[in-house]
């Protein structure tokens, strides 16, 4: 497998809070993408970071990227209700073919 | 631009029957993945496809499943003989070149 044993984890924040989720991975990648999954709907990409990036910023969003603990992370800043959503991080070996993690499961409250 | 698009967007399947799934990528995108994301779990790659050609089908079940593109634009993906272990969503994807995927909005299966 290429990831870690992590399950589908839930977090609950309320609204304006500050929140880091966290993806780790066995194998090497040239890539991580973040991807948002609302209800009913296929993932979207909503920041991606290079191997030789270690952060990369888009509005609220912060992703990392550690290649030597094999490990990335995305933040959202200041969260709103619209941020809530399923998050998955996916990698790509270099092959072009994606793996996905379990995801994280965020629930934004008013 | 039109996106991805998959048809049905919903199944529900007896054991033993048979099931294809249908996808048109985004203009001009040469790769296309299968996807099946079981409830709760993450997308797990099943196929992939650059033009008309297999690049990967490792993850694919063999013996139930299988995938085609046959002029490197639309796709089905057919499951054989369904176990209720293949209750999931099947989600396409397509990239040019493997960049950004553009995901359609699954095609949710049931196997009763």
């Known amino acids: 497998s290429q990831w870690g044993e992590e399950n589908l984890q839930a977090l609950s924040i309320q609204e304006g809070e500050d929140v880091t989720m966290n993806c780790s991975y066995k194998t090497y990648t040239t890539v991580v993408h973040w991807y948002r999954q609302d209800s009913g709907r296929g993932p979207a990409l909503i920041i991606l970071i290079r191997s030789n990036e270690r952060e990369k910023r888009s509005g609220r969003l912060r992703a990392t990227l550690d290649t030597s603990s094999q490990s990335s992370s995305l933040s959202i800043t200041a969260a709103q209700c619209e941020d809530t959503a399923v998050y998955f991080c996916?990698?790509?070996?270099?092959?072009?073919?994606?793996?996905f993690g379990k995801g994280t499961s965020l629930t934004v409250i008013p | 631009e039109a996106g991805v698009t998959q048809s049905p967007r919903y199944a529900v399947l007896q054991e033993g029957q048979a099931v294809s799934f249908w996808c048109d990528p985004i203009?001009?995108?040469?790769?296309l993945y299968w996807y099946q994301q079981p409830r709760d779990q993450g997308p797990q790659l099943l196929v992939y496809f650059r033009d008309e050609a297999v690049i990967d089908n490792s993850q694919l079940p063999s013996d139930r499943f299988s995938a085609v593109r046959p002029k490197g634009t639309n796709s089905t993906l057919k499951i054989q003989s369904a176990k209720q272990g293949d209750t999931a969503t099947y989600l396409c994807?397509?990239?040019?070149?493997?960049?950004?995927?553009?995901f359609g909005e699954g095609s949710r299966l049931i196997v009763v």
């Open positions: 203009s001009g995108h040469d790769t």
């Open positions: 996916a990698t790509d070996t270099g092959y072009q073919n994606f793996y």
């Open positions: 994807a397509s990239s040019n070149s493997g960049n950004t995927l553009y």
